[in-house]
């Protein structure tokens, strides 16, 4: 089919590998980045949305449909900033040296660009030409800077600024666009306004909605607010937040006083409470999860919990300790409640019944202190008078009076809605309302804030004609207090120095046995009103929200058209993903307290009761007591009307990019399958990196660092594709496309996902797909054939230059699992556990609660072995010829997941037995012994071959591969010479080149990879 309009640079190239690396290092960066503004749950890095936007609104120059204007727009402005980047340091140091020296190339050139000599058309695969046409340079030079603009450093320069927005100017104009007008671009699920605010940023008029009211402020904030108002209201926000910190400062001072020595408190250290049922006992028992408050060097801080054996009273004191290792368990383990008085334990269920019914005590133990000097930090045992004075908060609390007529009661009464008791694990421990998640001083300091907030309006509306600026700064003062309750909790922690988000696993609300009640009048503390403000304070002064050009944000569903049908030039939009995080019942944490922050600043936005659920496009886990009807057909819905809505606002040269990360299969048929039948055609796709990196050596669980960006064009007429063709052309493309993915770094798991972009492209061309017959075929017929391509092109990228169909079947499933894992001889890091970024310095160890949706970002100690969903291990056994099922002594399956078995579990199947001990790691003597003594039992019972003789040869390569890995693990040296040598294993070539693709295959620091390695280095010794 001939394309009539021109396409994108997006569905020509995109330089994926450099903005991945740009939006990985984003990860890091907190100062001035709006993530700080306030907590969402995946917000997309802003540089993966800056690149993603310019690449879709931008035609491609080399394309023959190009308008000429654009060309020599382009061609203008290329030049003109390749110029200004060699006369400005700042530039060129955030500029890749490559492209650097291009843009120093354009700028000397003396004959201006060809713009009208189109390049040659080039076969797939032919290598790019030596001396490329003008117009393939100037596709080159866009995506130079497209690649450069992504760096945060750039994002705020004038000169990046300027060329982005003139080539977005030139291209909506080039296009049709009235002059003087802005491209519009749409994302209907705005959440945290990455995508929204970088539209801003390259110059197009921006258009957000979303049905969360939590979504809709902070859009409001970062598209209307601050472009408008500007350093107006940055003052504006620095002066009444410094008089709502004052006023409540005074309120609040004496419930949180300094120590005599004029050290000031930080956090106070709680424990949850439950009586002991033991025989003759009754103890009052502590609940904490550990027993260490702080471990710095070789001195740690612990708990030490004492019993009066008389009384049965147990008390907990804080003490230094010189030992780091060995700190133990607290009372509370893997959900079992232990006595410290008699020892015994009660059962979860026993524990969740009695919190649930009867209710949890709690138990004020310890205060973490700041010196007076501001050097340091101090932990001592709680005392008497720190008890008091909460006591005396809670009479405060009691006797604060009513608020004002036209905002909601004081502490917090809406109930915890029964959707997802599963990530609402707190409702399983007596935790009904919101009001619970917060003690009683915590309760007090937020509805200080929020009286003192409604003080500072009631002066301002006397002081400030403008509404809107007084609404804008009232706003934001609430986002942050709105977000001191995330470290104000009772379900918020003290964990490794630092307060900690009660979202620090991002899309649960988890039961907590002991937390951390932070001092919101700590200057420096996460949890504290002076440091939200200067957060909010970075933002304004990093420039990163661009000032003048304002956007619009509405709350509605992606389902309704909120925009003019046909009016749209690019819907840029991150749905949500299936069940990976249940935006509106997290969100109702916040939004409890924002109706009271801000409820007559925005009374149609938070007049409701809760978060709007019933249209919200989520499916919620499954629970015994969960009262949610959305389930799998809820999302699909939900998701193919959004989808429509999508093409129905698309104008017809509109382009839509549809983002997508999630690691289930169905999930991605239910995406592609909206697209499809919405009527649109994908016509790229490309990966980047927007996940946190998992550790896969402690996870060894399937996951994605990369988000899929599929670009989507409104499909014209009705076609009909013929089913042979459409397969004819399928492992062409998969073909073309893989070793592209493999320059780029992109591998395993998330290559599988990149190719389904192009698999669709194929098949979404054609409104319907028949066979000869005159049958449909259907999307999911259609992805069967896309994964076995994708795994034959994966085993010929694994097995290069190697006939891989002489492999076994398990040889040749096992090399794509831990291909699928993307893993390979890659540093991983520490490989401890990933759960949100490492710890502030200026935020007194502040964890920022931010993941992906796909849980990519969270690593979960498993059992051994490699992970992968069922459903895609079985399209990839199928792909490669094998039966999933018929493979047990390689592969698990247990329920929805299949499992590759470690070489060590292997260790009976292969040496004759079906179960028994596994090797133990040899790198500890004292499991040496144990790694001997399962070869001895497993030589003995098959009549004894460690002496003279070695174990019969494996049925297939990868037996005898693995044979040798077990062997040489066990110390084994002489008999893996005979195996090798005498009994031939080693003399096929097969041998060696698997051992070879399985030690580019195993995971750094893993027992495999040092095994194969063992193995291999004896090959040359050998004479093999």
Not at 471 to 476: C, E, K, R
Not at 695 to 711: I, P, T
Not at 886 to 902: C, F, H, I, N, S
């Amino acid at each position: 089919m001939t394309n009539t309009y021109p396409q994108r640079l997006i569905e020509v190239d995109l330089p994926i590998k450099r903005i991945s690396a740009h939006a990985r290092r984003e990860k890091s960066i907190r100062h001035g980045h709006i993530s700080t503004l306030h907590i969402w749950w995946a917000r997309r890095p802003l540089a993966a949305c800056r690149a993603v936007i310019c690449a879709s609104l931008w035609p491609d120059p080399a394309d023959p449909l190009c308008p000429p204007t654009f060309r020599r727009a382009a061609a203008d402005a290329m030049v003109a900033f390749a110029k200004a980047v060699l006369a400005d340091s700042k530039a060129t140091e955030t500029c890749d040296p490559e492209s650097w020296k291009r843009y120093g190339e354009l700028a000397k050139r003396q004959t201006p660009l060809d713009l009208v000599t189109l390049p040659k058309p080039r076969r797939n695969g032919d290598p790019p030409p030596a001396t490329p046409a003008d117009l393939e340079l100037l596709r080159v030079l866009l995506l130079d800077f497209i690649a450069d603009f992504a760096a945060w450093e750039a994002s705020t320069q004038k000169i990046f600024l300027s060329t982005a927005r003139a080539l977005t100017q030139a291209a909506h104009e080039s296009l049709g666009g009235a002059p003087g007008t802005r491209p519009l671009v749409v994302d209907p699920f705005a959440g945290g306004g990455s995508i929204p605010l970088e539209a801003l940023r390259v110059g197009a008029d921006a258009f957000a909605s979303d049905l969360n009211p939590v979504a809709v402020l902070l859009n409001k904030v970062v598209l209307e607010y601050i472009p408008k108002y500007g350093q107006q209201l940055a003052d504006e926000v620095r002066k009444w937040g410094q008089w709502v910190k004052e006023r409540a400062e005074k309120e609040l001072s004496e419930y949180y006083p300094k120590d005599p020595d004029g050290a000031t408190p930080i956090a106070y250290l709680w424990a949850r409470t439950i009586q002991c049922e033991g025989p003759n006992c009754g103890a009052v028992i502590p609940l904490l999860h550990q027993t260490f408050v702080s471990r710095r060097r070789n001195h740690a801080v612990v708990v030490k919990i004492s019993v009066n054996k008389e009384t049965r009273e147990i008390a907990l004191s804080l003490e230094d300790s010189l030992e780091i290792d060995g700190l133990g368990v607290g009372t509370v383990q893997n959900g079992c409640v232990t006595c410290p008085a008699c020892g015994t334990t009660m059962k979860p269920a026993r524990y969740r019944r009695i919190a649930s019914d009867e209710g949890l005590g709690e138990r004020l133990f310890g205060v973490v202190l700041r010196s007076e000097s501001g050097k340091g930090r101090a932990y001592r045992t709680a005392n008497k008078m720190d008890e008091e004075v909460f006591e005396i908060a809670a009479l405060r609390l009691a006797q604060i009076g009513h608020p004002p007529a036209d905002t909601p009661s004081l502490a917090p009464s809406e109930k915890i809605g029964y959707d997802e008791p599963r990530r609402l694990n707190v409702l399983h421990y007596g935790f009904k309302e919101w009001g619970h998640l917060f003690n009683r001083r915590q309760q007090l300091a937020l509805l200080t804030l929020a009286k003192a907030l409604r003080a500072c309006y009631d002066r301002s509306v006397e002081t400030t004609q403008d509404k809107g600026l007084i609404v804008a700064t009232g706003t934001i003062l609430s986002l942050a207090i709105s977000n001191i309750a995330q470290y104000n909790s009772n379900v918020s922690t003290w964990l490794s120095d630092g307060i900690v988000s009660a979202f620090i696993q991002s899309s649960s609300l988890p039961m907590r046995s002991d937390y951390a009640e932070a001092n919101p009048l700590t200057p420096t503390l996460a949890g504290g009103i002076s440091f939200q403000l200067g957060k909010i304070a970075q933002i304004f002064g990093s420039g990163i929200v661009p000032l003048g050009d304002c956007g619009v944000a509405q709350q509605g569903s992606a389902t309704a058209p909120r925009v003019p049908e046909g009016s749209v030039d690019a819907v840029v939009t991150d749905p949500p993903y299936y069940f990976a995080i249940p935006y509106a019942d997290l969100s109702d944490f916040f939004y409890v307290w924002l109706k009271r922050l801000a409820g007559y600043l925005h009374p149609d936005l938070l007049s409701g009761e809760l978060t709007p659920k019933e249209e919200e496009a989520v499916q919620s886990l499954p629970h015994s007591r969960s009262t949610s009807k959305k389930d799998r057909l809820h999302f699909e819905v939900q998701l193919a009307r959004s989808m429509a809505s999508c093409r129905s606002s698309l104008g017809p040269n509109g382009i839509a990019i549809i983002v997508f990360a999630h690691a289930s299969t169905e999930a991605w048929e239910s995406l592609l399958g909206a697209i499809v039948d919405a009527g649109l055609t994908v016509t790229g796709s490309w990966p980047i990196d927007t996940e946190r990196a998992a550790r896969m050596l402690a996870s060894r669980q399937r996951v994605l660092a990369s988000s899929v960006h599929l670009a989507c064009r409104p499909r014209m007429g009705d076609p009909i594709g013929d089913w042979r063709t459409v397969l004819q052309e399928l492992p062409q493309r998969i073909h073309q496309w893989m070793p592209r993915l493999e320059a780029e770094g992109v591998v395993g798991a998330d290559a599988i996902f990149a190719c389904l972009g192009p698999a669709l492209e194929i098949f979404s061309r054609y409104s319907r797909v028949e066979k000869a017959n005159g049958e449909k075929v259907t999307l999911r017929e259609y992805l069967e054939h896309v994964w076995a391509a994708v795994a034959q092109e994966a085993l010929r990228l694994v097995f290069s230059g190697a006939d891989a169909g002489a492999l076994e079947a398990d040889a040749r499933l096992t090399a794509i699992w831990l291909w699928t894992m993307g893993v390979g001889n890659k540093d991983e890091g520490d490989g401890g556990q990933v759960t949100g970024d490492s710890n502030d310095d200026d935020g007194e160890g502040e964890v920022a609660p931010e993941g992906n949706e796909d849980g990519a970002g969270k690593v979960v100690a498993g059992k051994t072995g490699y992970t992968l969903e069922y459903d895609a291990a079985r399209k990839i056994a199928q792909g490669l010829g094998a039966n999933l099922e018929q493979m047990a002594d390689v592969v698990e399956v247990k329920g929805d997941k299949a499992r590759l078995l470690t070489v060590a579990e292997r260790t009976r199947i292969l040496f004759g037995k079906d179960e028994g001990q596994v090797p133990q790691k040899a790198r500890k003597k004292a499991r040496q012994a144990n790694l001997f003594a399962s070869i001895d039992e497993l030589e003995n019972e098959d009549g004894g071959w460690g002496d003279k003789s070695v174990p019969k040869l494996g049925h297939t390569v990868l037996d005898r591969v693995h044979q040798s890995m077990i062997l040489f693990a066990a110390g084994r040296g002489e008999a893996v010479k005979r195996f090798l040598v005498e009994e031939g294993a080693g003399r096929d070539g097969k041998f060696w080149k698997l051992a070879q693709s399985l030690s580019a295959l195993y995971p750094v620091g893993t027992d495999e990879k040092r095994w194969v390695d063992g193995v291999l280095a004896r090959k040359k010794g050998l004479g093999l």
